[in-house]
């Protein structure tokens, strides 16, 4: 994969990567008549499993009485889990899913991993057509707090802005921006919140999904890695232009 051009970072803020390949799949398709063969094929590397499950409710109005209620379990996706939980790999309803929780190294790092786990995927679906690929990484930056004050412009190019800087005080912030890239048509959602602040620090989210949603019928990691590396230079522009070199060396101690 081509490098996506990004300092490297001592102890970089991911909390979690995940990789989301979707696809459209047969019409007979039953995830429930998939996990022992599942099990088995992802056993020796992730030995543990679980499911997760989709918990449906339906309202249906009644003109001469009240209304009727139901509700429907069904199972989302089947997960693969390494011993220490940190890594996975989700055979999910709509297609396949690689989640590397912190302490996360470098993308391609796992890039081997992701592709023997999608080939196995692979054999055990037979998908019909990837529909969209997509990769998510969730950041988490500790900013320092001086004083019981934090200037978020310090660490953040795109921070929040209140209208009356002087008498108002930021306690906290929830920004979503969703966009195109204009030359490859690649789909952006990039959402900023800070979460309590913890030991003379703010917790800030820096979360950015990328993705393209390209309709692709071969399944041969060729084919594919050239999108991961555009997607994966995508992210790392936004995380670049997101973050004050102040802030992106805070990851460098």
Same mark, same amino acid.
């Given at each position: 994969?081509?490098?996506?051009?990004?300092?490297?970072?001592?102890?970089?803020?991911?909390?979690?990567?995940?990789?989301?390949?979707?696809?459209?799949?047969?019409?007979?398709?039953?995830?429930?008549?998939?996990?022992?063969?599942?099990?088995?094929?992802?056993?020796?590397?992730?030995?543990?499993?679980?499911?997760?499950?989709?918990?449906?409710?339906?309202?249906?109005?009644?003109?001469?009485?009240?209304?009727?209620?139901?509700?429907?379990?069904?199972?989302?996706?089947?997960?693969?889990?390494?011993?220490?939980?940190?890594?996975?790999?989700?055979?999910?309803?709509?297609?396949?899913?690689?989640?590397?929780?912190?302490?996360?190294?470098?993308?391609?790092?796992?890039?081997?991993?992701?592709?023997?786990?999608?080939?196995?995927?692979?054999?055990?679906?037979?998908?019909?057509?990837?529909?969209?690929?997509? /990769?998510?990484?969730?950041? *988490?930056?500790?900013? $320092?707090?001086?004083?019981? @004050?934090?200037?978020?412009?310090?660490? #953040? +190019?795109?921070?929040?802005?209140?209208?009356?800087?002087?008498?108002?005080?930021?306690?906290?912030?929830?920004?979503?921006?969703?966009?195109?890239?204009?030359?490859?048509?690649?789909?952006?959602?990039?959402?900023?919140?800070?979460?309590?602040?913890?030991?003379?620090?703010?917790?800030?989210?820096?979360?950015?999904?990328?993705?393209? /949603?390209?309709?692709?019928? *071969?399944?041969?990691? $060729?084919?594919?890695?050239? @999108?991961?590396?555009?997607?994966?230079? #995508? +992210?790392?522009?936004?995380?670049?232009?997101?973050?004050?070199?102040?802030?992106?060396?805070?990851?460098?101690?």
């Amino acid at each position: 994969m081509p490098n996506a051009l990004s300092p490297k970072l001592r102890n970089p803020p991911i909390v979690e990567a995940v990789v989301d390949i979707d696809c459209d799949l047969s019409p007979g398709f039953d995830l429930t008549a998939l996990e022992e063969p599942a099990r088995a094929g992802f056993k020796d590397q992730y030995p543990k499993f679980r499911t997760q499950l989709l918990q449906e409710h339906k309202i249906e109005a009644q003109a001469d009485g009240p209304p009727n209620m139901s509700v429907r379990m069904a199972i989302q996706a089947l997960q693969f889990l390494q011993d220490d939980e940190k890594q996975l790999i989700q055979v999910r309803a709509q297609g396949f899913s690689f989640n590397r929780l912190a302490p996360y190294t470098g993308f391609d790092d796992y890039l081997p991993e992701i592709e023997q786990t999608w080939r196995k995927y692979v054999d055990l679906v037979s998908p019909v057509q990837i529909r969209a690929i997509r /990769l998510r990484y969730i950041n *988490r930056i500790l900013v $320092p707090i001086t004083a019981s @004050t934090v200037d978020l412009d310090e660490f #953040l +190019k795109i921070g929040p802005r209140l209208p009356d800087e002087e008498k108002l005080m930021l306690s906290s912030f929830l920004s979503q921006q969703v966009a195109i890239e204009r030359d490859t048509g690649y789909r952006i959602n990039l959402v900023l919140t800070a979460q309590a602040p913890e030991n003379e620090k703010l917790p800030v989210i820096l979360d950015i999904t990328v993705e393209s /949603l390209a309709i692709v019928d *071969r399944f041969d990691w $060729p084919t594919m890695l050239p @999108t991961m590396g555009a997607l994966r230079a #995508l +992210k790392n522009r936004i995380f670049q232009n997101t973050l004050t070199s102040k802030c992106i060396e805070l990851f460098q101690s």
